[in-house]
């Protein structure tokens, strides 16, 4: 399984960016996807995390209300709409895909990662 994380960049603050995690591989497993991220000097956090069957979200306490996550419909890309971005948003953000139910916000639980894509806000 391969996932590429993409729609990163430089946005100012209050802004809004579209990440985009399209998975391939084995696509017919029923995976959890999941949003992290990491900033420099910092350790990888949970961002939000989506069921197999899109129905089921969780995020993080600084990421309610600001940031959506959704599947499309043939359930191997998951986005993660970001707004009202603020300079502390800025991190390296990553995708990751694990057979999990529903979801999960640990790290360990996911089995595939993506190579991350850097979100830039400035201030």
């Known amino acids: 399984v391969q996932l590429q994380a993409s729609g990163g960049g430089l946005v100012q603050a209050g802004g809004s960016l579209r990440l985009s995690c399209a998975v391939s591989g084995r696509t017919f497993r029923s995976y959890a996807m999941g949003w992290f991220r990491q900033a420099p000097g910092k350790e990888r956090e949970f961002v939000a995390t989506i069921s197999w069957s899109g129905d089921r979200t969780y995020y993080a306490e600084f990421a309610k209300g600001r940031f959506t996550i959704s599947r499309g419909n043939a359930k191997t890309t998951v986005y993660l709409q970001m707004n009202s971005l603020k300079p502390e948003d800025t991190a390296v953000y990553y995708c990751?895909?694990?057979?999990?139910?529903?979801?999960?916000?640990?790290?360990?639980?996911?089995?595939?990662w993506g190579q991350g894509t850097l979100v830039t806000v400035s201030s």
């Open positions: 990751a895909a694990g057979t999990i139910v529903p979801y999960s916000t640990i790290p360990d639980e996911y089995d595939y």
